[in-house]
C-alpha cells in the first residue's frame, strides 16, 4: 500500500468527520425545508380543508410517535455518554432501545398509513383524485412527508445497526466513537423533523 | 513501504504507482490531483458532446422553417444541450476538475478532508451522467422540456422526464458533496499559520461556491422529487387542476438555480483573481474586499430568485422586491471587476495566453453583467423575457465568463499539472478565433432579441435572416477556435517541453512546488506566507 | 486523545432535558384544543423552536461546540426563514 492513503488513514481527524455530519444535516434540513416551504404555502390557501384533514389523523398515535422518538433521542445521547465513560454494557443497551424505540414509531407509522390506504386513501388512488383540493394537497403533503421522515429513519436505524455490532467487535471504544456521535447526530436530526411534523400535520385545530 | 518519503527523491503523482494499476489507479484513485483529471476529462467529453448539439441549432437557425430536423427534434436538442452544459459541464466545471486540483494545494494541504469520499462525488457523477444519456434512448423518447422542467409541462409530456430529472438528482448530490468536502477541508487542512485571510482568493472563493453548492442543492433535489411524486401519483403540488401552483415550482427551481449561476461563476471570478496578479506582478488590489464579495455573492444570490418569473404572475410586490435585491448583488460582482482593473494599474503586465483569456472573461463578463442588470429591472424585462435576448445574456455570463475562465485557468494551470508547455502562439491564435467567434455568435442575438425573436423557437421570421445568419457564422468560427485550442492543449499536455516549476512567477503555493506536484503535494513543509500575493 | 473533544453530559441531565422536551409535547397537544384562532399556529410553533433548540444544544452537544459552529447553524435556520418569508411577499399579495 502506498504512502498516501497509509498518511490519511493514521491522521484520523474526528473533527472534521464531524463538521462533515453537520454539514450534511444542513443538508437535509433543507431538502424537508423545501417541503415545509410547500406546506406553509398550501396551508395558507387552505386553511379550513387542513384542519379538517388533520382531524381525520388519531392524534394518540402521533403524541405516542413524538414520545418514542424524543425518548429514542435521549438514549442516543446516554449511548454517546457511556461510549465516553467506557461502559460498553451500558453503550449497547442505550443502542439497543433506540433501535427499539425506531421500531415501535414504524409499526405505529404502519398501522396508521394502513388505515388510510385501507380506506383507499393514497397516493394516486382513485379517492384521493376525488377529494376536493385543499384535502387532496394535504394528504398528499402528509403522506410524502411523512414517507419521507420514515425513510430518514430507516436510514438511521441503519447506521444504528452498525454502530451497534461495532461497539460489540469493540471497534467504537472511548477513544474512537465518532461514527456513533455521528448516527446519533442524525438520529436526533429525524427527531428534529419531526418536532415540527407533529404539530403541523396533526394538531391543526 | 513506498518510494515516496520525506528524503527519497520525488515522484509525480502522474508516475506514482499505488496499490491499483493501471486503468484502476485512476478509477480507484484518492489522491485530489488524479480525481480532478477524471472530472476534466468527462467533463471536456460532455462539453464537447454540447457543442455539437449547439451547432446542430445554430444549423437548424441557418434558414426560417424547417432546415435540418423538425420542431419536436429542435425540442429535445436544446433541452439535452442544456442539461449536458448546465448539469454536467458547467456546475461542476470548475470547482471539481481546478478546485480539486488546487484547493488543497493553495491551503498548504496534502489532500481534501474526505479523499474517499472525494472519489465516490465522481463515481455519482459518472452514475448521474449515465442516467442522463439515458434518458435520450430510452422508449418514451428524450425529454423536450428545456433545462428547466417547468411545470405543468414537465408533468405531463409523455417524454422521459422522470429519468432526466433523476439524474439532475443525481449529479445534485455528487455536487453537495464535493461541496461538503471543500468546507471541511477549508476549516481543517490549513497548514499551520494560514490564517481565513491568509489564503489565496481561490480558496475563498471555492469556500462561498461549496456552501451555495450544499445549501441550494437540497432544495432542487427536492423539488425534482415532488415532480416524479407528480408524474407518478399526482400529487398536485404543481397541478392547478388539483389545487397545485405551477408557480410554486419556478420558485422551489429558482431557489436552487439562481444561486446555481454563482456555483459557476464563483470559482470562475476566483480563477481570475489568481491570473491577474501573476501576469501583473502585484499585489491584487484590495485583498479583503475580494475576499468577503465572495461570501456577499453567495449570501444575497439565495434571495434574488424571483427575478426569473417576472411575467409568470407573480404578486407586485415581489417583483419590485426580488429587483431591487437583484441590483443589490450586482454590487459585489463589480467590486471584483473593479478590484482587477486596478490591479492592472501600472504593474509588470506580461501577456501570455492565461493573461489574454482572463482580459477576454473580464471583457465578456461586463457585457454579460450589465445585459443582466437589463433583465434584473422589471420594466425592460417585460419587454425581453424569453426572447434570444436573455439567451445572450446567460450565454455571456456561462460561456463568456465561466467557460473563457475554465479556458483561462487550464491554460495557466496545464504546466503545473501535466509538466509539460504548451505552443503560445497557437494558444494565441485559437483564443482571437474563439473571441471573434463568440461574440459574432452571440451579439447579434441581443439585437434580435429586442426586435422579438422569441428562444426555444426552430423557426423565425425572415427579417431575423440576416443577424440569424451572421450568429451561424459564428458559431462555426467558434468551434473552429475550440479546436485549435484543445489541440494546442493536448498536443503541449502529451508532447510539450518540460515546464519549469512556476513558469508565470506566481507567489501562491502550487508554484513552490515540482511541476508536476508530487503525490502529497509538499515533501518539505510549504512556507506560509502572510499574504499570498507577495510580489515585490 | 486529543481526537475526542465531545463534552460528556452526564445521565442526569439528558434525563432532564427530556422531562422538559416532553412537557413541552404535553403543552402542544393540550393548547391545540384551545381557541386561540390565529395564534394557535404561532404557539404551536414558537414551541416547536424551543423544542428544537432545546435537542440542538443539549442532545447534540451544540452546547458545548464552537462559536463557528454554532453560529453555522443559526445562519442555516436563517436561510430558510428568509426563503420562506421571501416566497410569502409573492403569494401574501398576489
Ligand atoms: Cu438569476
Known sequence: MSQHTAHIEEHRDDEASKLGMWLFIFTELLLFGGLFLVYSIFRMQYPVEFRECSLELSVTIGAINTVVLLFSSMTVAMSMTAIQKNDMKKALLYIGVTLFCAAIFLVNKYFEWSGKFHHGLYPGSELMTHLDRGHHLYFSLYFFMTGLHALHIIIGMTLLFVCYFKVRKNTIHSQDYVLLENSALYWHLVDLIWIFLFPLMYLIS | ?536 | MANNTTHTIEYQSLSKTLLILLFLTFVTISIASVQLGAFTLAVALLIACVKSFIVLSHFMHLKYESLLLRILVAMVFVLFALIVAITFIDYAFR
Request: glycine fraction near 8%.
Open chain 2, 1 to 536: 513501504m513506498s518510494n515516496v518519503s520525506a528524503n527519497s527523491e520525488y515522484v509525480s503523482y502522474l508516475d506514482h504507482q499505488g496499490k491499483y494499476k493501471g486503468i484502476m489507479s485512476w478509477i480507484m484513485a484518492t489522491d485530489h490531483k488524479r480525481i480532478a483529471l477524471l472530472y476534466m476529462y468527462s467533463i471536456m467529453t460532455f462539453f464537447i458532446i454540447g457543442v455539437v448539439l449547439g451547432i446542430m441549432m445554430k444549423l437548424e437557425m441557418l434558414t426560417p422553417g424547417e432546415t435540418i430536423m423538425k420542431a419536436k427534434m429542435y425540442n429535445s436538442v436544446f433541452t439535452l444541450h442544456g442539461i449536458l452544459m448546465i448539469f454536467m459541464v458547467v456546475i461542476p466545471g470548475l470547482s471539481a476538475v481546478f478546485g480539486n486540483f488546487f484547493l488543497p494545494i493553495h491551503i498548504g494541504a496534502k489532500d481534501v478532508s474526505f479523499p474517499k469520499l472525494n472519489r465516490f462525488s465522481w463515481w455519482i457523477f459518472v452514475v448521474g451522467s449515465i442516467m442522463a444519456v439515458l434518458s435520450q434512448v430510452l422508449k418514451d423518447g428524450p425529454p423536450d422540456t428545456g433545462w428547466t422542467f417547468y411545470a405543468p409541462y414537465s408533468t405531463t409530456t409523455s417524454s422521459n422526464v422522470i429519468m432526466a430529472t433523476a439524474a439532475a438528482f443525481v449529479l445534485g448530490f455528487s455536487s453537495i458533496l464535493t461541496g461538503l468536502n471543500f468546507i471541511v477541508t477549508i476549516h481543517q487542512l490549513r497548514a499551520p499559520g494560514m490564517k481565513f485571510f491568509n489564503m489565496p482568493l481561490f480558496p475563498w472563493a471555492l469556500y462561498a461556491t461549496a456552501w451555495i453548492q450544499l445549501l441550494a442543492t437540497p432544495v432542487i433535489g427536492i423539488t425534482l422529487l415532488m415532480l416524479i411524486a407528480e408524474r407518478a401519483f399526482h400529487i398536485g403540488f404543481f397541478d392547478p387542476a388539483l389545487g397545485g401552483d405551477p408557480l410554486l415550482f419556478q420558485h422551489l427551481f429558482w431557489i436552487y438555480s439562481h444561486p446555481a449561476v454563482y456555483v459557476m461563476m464563483l470559482p470562475a471570478m476566483g480563477v481570475i483573481t489568481e491570473i491577474i496578479p501573476t501576469f501583473c506582478q502585484r499585489q491584487i488590489y484590495g485583498y479583503k474586499a475580494v475576499a468577503v464579495s465572495s461570501l456577499a455573492i453567495a449570501g444575497v444570490g439565495f434571495l434574488v430568485w424571483g427575478h426569473h418569473m417576472y411575467t409568470s404572475g407573480m404578486s407586485d410586490t415581489a417583483r419590485w422586491f426580488f429587483s431591487l435585491l437583484t441590483f443589490i448583488v450586482a454590487v459585489p460582482s463589480a467590486i471584483k471587476v473593479f478590484n482587477w482593473i486596478t490591479t492592472m494599474y501600472k504593474g509588470s503586465i506580461d501577456v501570455k495566453p492565461p493573461f489574454l483569456y482572463a482580459l477576454a472573461f473580464i471583457f465578456l463578463f461586463i457585457i454579460g453583467g450589465t445585459t443582466g442588470l437589463l433583465l434584473g429591472s422589471v420594466a425592460t424585462n417585460v419587454q425581453v423575457h424569453d426572447t434570444s435576448f436573455v439567451v445572450a445574456h446567460f450565454h455571456y455570463i456561462i460561456f463568456g465568463g465561466m467557460g473563457f475562465a475554465f479556458f483561462a485557468a487550464i491554460h495557466y494551470w496545464l504546466p503545473k499539472m501535466y509538466g509539460k508547455m504548451y505552443d503560445f502562439k497557437m494558444a494565441n491564435i485559437g483564443l482571437v478565433i474563439n473571441f471573434i467567434g463568440f461574440n459574432l455568435l452571440y451579439f447579434p442575438q441581443f439585437i434580435i432579441g429586442i426586435q422579438g425573436m422569441p428562444r426555444r423557437y426552430f423557426d423565425y421570421p425572415a427579417k431575423f435572416q440576416p443577424a440569424q445568419l451572421v450568429s451561424s457564422i459564428g458559431g462555426f468560427i467558434l468551434v473552429t477556435g475550440l479546436i485549435i485550442m484543445i489541440y494546442t492543449l493536448v498536443k503541449g499536455a502529451r508532447k510539450g517541453a518540460p515546464a519549469p516549476a512556476n513558469p508565470w512567477r506566481g507567489s501562491t503555493l502550487e508554484w513552490q512546488i515540482p511541476s508536476p506536484p508530487s503525490v502529497e503535494n509538499f515533501d518539505e513543509e510549504p512556507v506560509i506566507k502572510e499574504n499570498p500575493y507577495d510580489y515585490k
